[in-house]
């Protein structure tokens, strides 16, 4: 009984990776296509320059400017893996020397001017790395939950039927096994493309079908606010993130294991 219950949590355990690396695969489209990188960059920057009395609008978008010509939008777009341990997100590409460089070599700004914002720049950089670390994060987390609803109601993923399918249905409790055996196998969390991911889902019966979506969401019965309850709860858990289910997986196959050596 025990050993069944435990399966039944690694399959739905597995299914919730699955999704968070699609929208993990998503988020770094988007990012990737909205230069979000690029933009916290330039409004961060933006309002630390503003908060000085002594620099006019003028000499902060011509920092700015130099910034957009020497950096291309592109180095600002590359996708990185958000929050995979042991790979610690630079949510900006400009360092210290570098910021002090460009207002260095920014014309229109009077050599006064310069050196009172190079002294600001020495004394604040941590913290302005801070505050675009801590509104990256916040884009990134506010996408995530987006696109997890998203997912969800196309892929019609209602947590608790989910649940109730591996509980009833051993076929496919099976198939949700030999997933996880597979996530399990990696020494990190899996960086799959979004192709690789669909895939799996396909495999398990995860279509998108748009001519059930009438019925299932919009009918006038007391099941269609069961199936938005699910939606809501599965779209909450998938945003905990690829490392959160990636280390539940870890757990919950070694218990599994654990158990199956103290039976024999």
Not at 124 to 145: D, V
């Amino acid at each position: 009984m025990l050993m069944d219950v435990l399966g039944i949590l690694i399959g739905f355990i597995s299914i919730m990776l699955l999704f968070s690396l699609l929208v993990t695969a998503l988020v770094h489209g988007a990012q990737a296509a909205l230069n979000l990188r690029f933009k916290n960059l330039k409004v961060v920057l933006n309002q630390f320059f503003n908060n000085m009395d002594f620099v006019e609008q003028k000499v902060t978008n011509a920092i700015l400017t130099h910034i957009e010509n020497q950096f291309p939008n592109g180095l600002y777009a590359t996708a990185l893996p958000l929050n995979i341990p042991g790979n610690r997100l630079k949510l900006t590409s400009i360092g210290q020397q570098e910021l002090i460089t460009i207002i260095n070599n920014t014309r229109d700004v009077s050599i006064e001017e310069k050196e009172q914002l190079k002294k600001k720049v020495q004394d604040h950089f941590q913290t302005l790395e801070e505050i675009m670390s801590q509104r990256f994060k916040q884009w990134m987390h506010q996408i995530s939950i987006a696109l997890a609803f998203v997912l969800c109601f196309v892929f019609q993923l209602n947590c608790f039927s989910l649940l109730s399918q591996l509980n009833h249905d051993s076929v496919f409790r099976q198939q949700t096994l030999q997933l996880a055996e597979q996530l399990n196998a990696q020494a990190s969390v899996p960086d799959m493309q979004s192709d690789t991911v669909q895939s799996h889902l396909s495999s398990l019966q995860f279509e998108i079908t748009p001519k059930q979506w009438p019925n299932y969401y919009f009918a006038f019965e007391v099941s269609t606010l069961s199936h938005w309850l699910g939606i809501i709860f599965s779209s909450i858990l998938i945003s905990l993130g690829a490392p959160f289910w990636f280390n539940r997986l870890k757990d919950m196959a070694s218990l599994r294991d654990n158990l199956s050596k103290a039976k024999s």
